[in-house]
């Protein structure tokens, strides 16, 4: 009985909260930034650092290796393995062979740059050698590099985003089980959140209707809130039947919502006031 009276009061206290915060989605919101994972991605990026599991492991054997070859050994036992006795300078030359190559690949990471232009069109620039390739990002979030010479057309490179912000890209190349991560800084300073350029309302009525407008044109749809964190928008013309929008809220107050809207492969962070607020 005890078990049964606490379930109740559980199913009670969910069923309030849900009721709760649809109670307060409900109104009118007005638009005051938003932010895009697209357009965040637009612009130079300048390579700062790469990280290659696999590379830098083998870097760590060689330098172990420079620091004590011919260590434990004799003078003769030296000259048999390596033909020499001094092995300070075997060391050293090695030392000088190791950093060179270190200065190379950093020089090849500090000498790339990515251009994502607005037209869908990308500029890949390795140590001043400039190619161009068609850039869009995948329904999978994945960035997506078309070819477009003439000797290589068609071939595509596909990258994992493994973030974007206003200050840093990462990208993830994989090639044969190997992988890297390329670290890239904006060129120059910029932000991508800003205000809309359209006057954008969300009306949330308590019917399940939710009006969409935008500088006082409006459209209607139809809105209901999935495990209180989810709203379904279900457009009441083009597709009444077919699978909802979800739009994610990532946060809510009395005066405040963010909401997180997944269009293909576009990412829409919006952030809103309450109306007179």
């Known amino acids: 009985m005890k078990k049964t009276g606490l379930f109740l009061i559980l199913l009670m206290a969910l ?20 932010e895009n994972n697209l357009q965040k991605l637009i612009g130079k990026w300048n390579a700062v650092q790469l990280v290659n599991p696999g590379m830098d492991s083998t870097a760590r054997l060689n330098q172990l290796y420079i620091d004590t070859i ?4 004799d003078a003769a036992t030296n000259i048999k393995l390596y033909g020499a006795a001094n092995m300070d300078s075997v060391r050293r030359l090695l030392q000088i062979q ?35 390739s068609a850039w ?3 329904s999978l979030g994945f960035l997506i590099l078309d070819d477009m010479n003439d000797a290589t057309k068609g071939e595509k490179v596909r990258m994992e985003i493994v973030s974007v912000s206003d200050t840093a ?30 006057d954008t309302w969300f009306n949330f009525r308590p019917d399940g209707i939710v009006e969409l407008i935008v500088d006082k044109e409006t459209d209607t749809a139809n809105w209901n809130l999935e495990n209180d964190s989810i709203i379904n928008i279900r457009s ?25 809207i997944i269009e293909n492969s576009a990412i829409s962070k919006l952030t809103f006031k309450r109306e007179g607020k």
């Open 169 to 198: 890209l990462q990208l993830k190349f994989r090639d044969n089980g190997d992988y890297s991560i390329v670290t890239f800084h904006p060129e120059g300073d910029r932000t991508t959140k800003k205000e809309p350029e359209d």
């Open 136 to 138: 869009y990002v995948d």
């Open 98 to 132: 190791f950093d060179s190559a270190k200065k190379m690949r950093d020089y090849g990471v500090k000498t790339t740059s990515f251009y994502f232009g607005e037209n869908g069109l990308a500029l890949l620039s390795f140590q001043g050698n400039i190619d161009s």
């Open 70 to 73: 011919g260590k434990n050994n």
């Open 236 to 260: 009441v013309v083009k597709t009444p039947d077919g699978e909802p929008m979800k739009w994610n809220i990532l946060a809510i107050g009395n005066d405040n919502l963010t909401l997180k």
């Open 15 to 34: 069923f309030s909260c849900k009721q709760d915060r649809k109670k307060l989605l409900t109104g009118k919101w007005h638009v005051v930034a938003f």
